[in-house]
């Protein structure tokens, strides 16, 4: 019987270490398995992520070209209604480019106003001088660049005013 107890023993601890490596070896995949669908949502997440940055910074490319395009568009208008080419009107277009960056203008609107001054009868030089005035003016007075800018360019012209004193009584 010694014998048979033995083998009964043996066999019962076999089966536990069995049973215990089987346990082991579950909760290791488990784990494993957490780990996977842990990598999987950090891939998804990241994938994500890096879509929405890229729509964001091609709304922005898009934007931002769509913007250009507007700006030379309104400077394609005032060198048509001065009668010049754009070449002529260089200095003018880096004028309003500035002004679109110094003041709480942007630079079409910059380009706008100067439009406006063009139809007005002023040449690039005065226009210049006048741009500054009228985007005060309009910033100050809360309205709307042609606004401004009939109201300066009728007053000059009303009262032969030159441009200092024009920009003296805005």
Do not use: C
């Not at 070896?25 to 891939?43: D, E, M």
């Not at 997440?45 to 890096?50: E, Y």
């Not at 500035?98 to 040449?123: I, K």
């Not at 012209?157 to 920009?167: D, F, I, K, N």
């Amino acid at each position: 019987m010694a014998g048979n107890t033995d083998q009964t023993l043996q066999i019962h601890i076999a089966g536990r270490a069995d049973g215990s490596l089987n346990s082991a070896v579950n909760t290791a995949q488990k784990a494993l398995s957490g780990l996977g669908r842990i990598a999987g949502t950090i891939a998804k997440t990241a994938a994500i992520a890096v879509g929405a940055a890229t729509t964001v910074a091609v709304g922005f490319a898009k934007q931002a070209v769509e913007t250009g395009m507007v700006f030379d568009s309104s400077m394609s208008q005032v060198a048509a209604t001065m009668g010049t080419s754009m070449d002529q009107i260089q200095d003018l277009r880096e004028f309003a480019l500035e002004m679109g960056s110094t003041t709480a203008f942007s630079a079409t609107q910059a380009a706008e106003a100067l439009n406006y001054m063009a139809l007005a009868g002023y040449d690039a030089e005065t226009s210049m001088t006048m741009l500054p005035t009228v985007l005060n003016l309009a910033a100050a007075g809360g309205m709307e660049l042609a606004t401004a800018s009939d109201m300066v360019t009728d007053a000059q012209s009303a009262l032969g005013l030159t441009t200092e004193q024009a920009s003296a009584m805005v």
